[in-house]
């Protein structure tokens, strides 16, 4: 029996909550990844798993033993990366979620640049902003705007994107431009951002100077995708908060229009979360390098129009 390859079978068992999925995961026969822990149970002569036909529930020597394996593989795999770091590129299967927006309009249209720097990595990019079971569906981390709440979840900030108000020509001339914050809870209508998890709609925050507000805005339609979030905008429902390069094009082409512009927007921080139970993997690693740079480069875009702007 190799030990170690038993040992990891058992930790995604464990991790996953049952054989089929940690098969699936390890891309393993069923009858492979069930063989492996029997004759690991045989070799520590104990049971680490009650088995019933619906669920695998962990017994109290395989709590323990569970609890040293992670540790154990996580820093062998550590160790190994630290090592090869330097004499080979990082290569394999690299599972990635994201929104449609961070994929569309940041990750995609520079994929070629990141190929070309690691060829040997394979991107699976998922595609949503929804609640990610990391484990089970074996994704390596998540690009995700906003602070994470998440506990369980290690957290590295990217960067920032600044952040401004936005309306339609067709809602401008309909309702005219806002020229404070509070005019959105009262004679304005903005496209609300339906946060799913919380099931409502999120308060935006304004600033100018010292003075601080937030608003909890009217609106006729709220959506939870920030693509069709612009979008509704565009389509003359109400002002929006986004950061710039989702509205770039929509800016050159007259579909949008800044308003407000004394106040400012908090901006949006970008980070990269992933399980606790993994450690940062070389692959990891440079994919998270690579998106720092992307978002830095987003930054001086941003800033180089707003000194054009000013001239």
């Excluded at 996580?74 to 994201?98: F, H, K």
Aim: hydrophobic residues 40%; aromatic residues 8%; neutral net charge.
């Amino acid at each position: 029996m190799d030990q170690l390859s038993a040992m990891r079978v058992f930790v995604r068992v464990v991790e996953t909550g049952n054989f089929t999925r940690a098969a699936a995961t390890l891309n393993m026969p069923k009858t492979t990844v069930t063989n492996l822990v029997q004759s690991l149970e045989g070799h520590l002569r104990t049971t680490l798993l009650n088995r019933t036909t619906r669920r695998v529930m962990v017994t109290t020597d395989g709590a323990l033993y569970y609890e040293r394996a992670q540790q154990i593989i996580s820093e062998l795999d550590e160790l190994d990366g630290s090592l090869s770091n330097s004499q080979t590129q990082p290569s394999g299967r690299l599972r990635v979620e994201m929104a449609g927006a961070f994929a569309d309009m940041l990750v995609i249209p520079n994929l070629c640049d990141f190929h070309n720097r690691y060829p040997q990595i394979r991107l699976d990019i998922g595609v949503g902003d929804r609640l990610v079971d990391y484990i089970a569906e074996n994704v390596d981390c998540a690009l995700r705007g906003g602070t994470p709440t998440d506990q369980s979840l290690i957290a590295r900030k990217v960067g920032e994107l600044s952040m401004q108000a936005y309306a339609a020509p067709l809602y401008l001339r309909n309702f005219g431009a806002p020229t404070h914050p509070q005019d959105l809870e009262n004679d304005h209508f903005s496209v609300g951002y339906l946060n799913a998890t919380a099931g409502r709609v999120m308060p935006i925050e304004f600033k100018r100077e010292e003075e601080t507000i937030e608003i909890n805005p009217r609106y006729v339609v709220s959506m939870n995708d920030a693509r069709s979030y612009v979008n509704a905008a565009i389509a003359g429902m109400g002002v929006v908060q986004s950061p710039r390069f989702m509205v770039r094009d929509a800016l050159e082409k007259g579909e949008l229009a800044e308003v407000m512009p004394d106040w400012r927007c908090e901006s949006l921080p970008l980070y990269i979360v992933y399980p606790q139970t993994r450690h940062l993997s070389n692959k990891v690693r440079v994919f998270v390098d690579w998106l720092a740079k992307l978002v830095q480069n987003l930054k001086v875009e941003d800033n180089r129009e707003q000194i054009r702007k000013v001239g």
